[in-house]
């Protein structure tokens, strides 16, 4: 939430077609990526899952510099690398989240449903904070200063 749609949203500022583009990439990518998700995740051992979780978090320098300084960077600065960007962060997004819901559950005590409450407040604190985040990023954009 920190990043899409928002920024996307900025990228594309009066380009309705590359918005659509943007909006579509992501979504088949998502789509892709929960597919990917149940085939994979008894591959990918859950100690191991919160070296993807920490990895998503290079998304946001990444899509933010995109929005202030996109000469900086062909990669966020090109509508070809934005796509790009879009489509691994979407690629991401759901596998971590499917990974981290299938683990969850089987790492509790049998009869214990406490750690699974915690697991879904724990999911909503994480959107919210996300939100919260993304209003600073924008209020910080709208004056032109950084953060």
């Not at 919160?50 to 990669?75: D, K, N, T, Y």
């Not at 993304?134 to 910080?140: D, E, K, M, N």
Request: net charge positive; proline share 3%; glycine share 10%.
């Amino acid at each position: 939430m920190t990043t899409f749609p928002g920024i996307m949203h900025k990228w594309a500022l009066h380009r309705a077609l590359f918005l659509q583009l943007l909006t579509g990439c992501f979504q088949v990518f998502e789509i892709c990526s929960l597919f990917r998700a149940n085939a994979k995740a008894g591959r990918l051992p859950s100690s191991r899952l919160w070296i993807l979780v920490s990895l998503r978090f290079l998304f946001v320098p990444a899509l933010l510099l995109g929005q202030w300084h996109p000469e900086s960077c062909f990669i966020w600065g090109s509508d070809i690398g934005r796509l790009l960007i879009v489509a691994l962060m979407a690629l991401s997004n759901s596998f971590v989240a499917s990974c981290a819901m299938m683990y969850g559950p089987l790492s509790c005590k049998v009869g214990s449903d406490k750690s699974l409450g915690i697991q879904g407040c724990m999911m909503i604190t994480g959107i919210f904070c996300g939100i919260l985040l993304a209003l600073l990023t924008q209020l910080a954009a709208g004056r032109g200063t950084v953060l």
